[in-house]
């Protein structure tokens, strides 16, 4: 159980990373500076598979991180009923 707290915490820092990471996209000089790219080495790798899937509505409006959202939150769910199956 405690395996499980700690992975579902690891989950719930790095969605705050995405959430600061997609704020960023609407300061360009932001994420131009070296914490942007920062960012972004540890974003990208996350959500360009849900861009394959889900291109941006009218080449603006990207859609894929609230997918990205919904399948860590799948996954922190998983976590916990996988813990208290084999606990």
Not at 14 to 41: E, T
């Amino acid at each position: 159980m405690v395996v499980a707290y700690y992975l579902s915490q690891v989950i719930n820092i790095y969605s705050w990373i995405l959430i600061i990471y997609i704020l960023m996209s609407w300061v360009p000089s932001v994420q131009d500076s070296s914490i942007g790219r920062l960012f972004a080495n540890v974003c990208e790798p996350f959500l360009s598979p849900f861009r394959k899937i889900i291109p941006p509505i009218g080449g603006v409006i990207d859609l894929s991180p609230i997918i990205a959202f919904f399948v860590l939150r799948l996954a922190t769910r998983g976590i916990y009923y996988l813990a208290y199956l084999f606990a």
